[in-house]
Every structure is written in structure tokens, then in C-alpha cells.
Nanobody, 125 residues
Framework: VQLQASGGGLVQAGGSLRLSCAAS????????MAWFRQAPGKEREFVGL????????DYADSVKGRFTISRDNAKNTVELQMNSLKPEDTAVYYC???????????????????WGQGTLVTVSS
């Protein structure tokens, strides 16, 4: 599976951005698709995921209620709608995919086999 993330940019605090992750290739292997982010000097952290078979989504507590993950089957994309952005949301955002859902460990980066290249989100105060 090849993943291509896009949609990053500069936004003021309180604003919104929508990221997109396009999947190509063996997309049947993308059973779970997730978003992670990595701020400078910090470890990569889980943002949210969606299970493609039933559209069940889960989010990190830090973004719950502000971010929403959805799928566009026609375009074979997963979208990350980010509202009420805060300066601490500034990071490189990565999409990831795996063929299995690792219950209890789905928030760990090493549970994902496929990764996109990342897109930078900068939130100014």
C-alpha cells in the first residue's frame, strides 16, 4: 500500500484544516488507517484511526471532540478534519495503515506497516 498525505499548512489558533491521505496499490491491506503526528523533539504520537470495514473511529484524548476521521470510498482516501486548532497541534502529520487491528496497541506506531511521507501543520498563536 502506498500512502500520500496532503493538506498541511499554516493556520491561526482556533482555525481548521483538513488533511487527506490517499491510498493506492494493494488497498485491501489497509484494514486500519491511522493518523500520527510528530512535533520537533518529540516522539511520534497517535492522533486517531478508522477501521475501514465498519468506519469505527477512535481518537487520542488530546484531539477528541476537535478532530474527525472519515473515509471517502470513491476517492480511496481518509480525511482528518481538524477544528479548533491549538499551537500544540503543530507537528508533521503522518498517515499510516495496517492489515490488522491490534486491539490495545493500535495507538503504537510500530503496529503500522505502511506510512505516508508526512505533511506539516503549523498553528500560530
Amino acid at each position: 500500500v502506498q500512502l500520500q498525505a496532503s493538506g498541511g499548512g499554516l493556520v491561526q489558533a482556533g482555525g481548521s484544516l483538513r488533511l487527506s491521505c490517499a491510498a493506492s496499490g494493494r488497498t485491501s491491506s489497509a484494514y486500519v488507517m491511522a493518523w500520527f503526528r510528530q512535533a520537533p523533539g518529540k516522539e511520534r504520537e497517535f492522533v486517531g484511526l478508522i477501521i475501514t470495514s465498519n468506519n469505527l473511529a477512535d481518537y487520542a484524548d488530546s484531539v477528541k471532540g476537535r478532530f474527525t476521521i472519515s473515509r471517502d470510498n470513491a476517492k480511496n482516501t481518509v480525511e482528518l478534519q481538524m477544528n479548533s486548532l491549538k499551537p500544540e497541534d503543530t507537528a508533521v502529520y503522518y498517515c499510516a495503515a495496517d492489515s490488522d487491528y491490534h486491539d490495545g496497541e493500535a495507538h503504537l506506531p510500530n503496529r503500522y506497516e505502511f506510512w505516508g511521507q508526512g505533511t506539516l501543520v503549523t498553528v500560530s498563536s
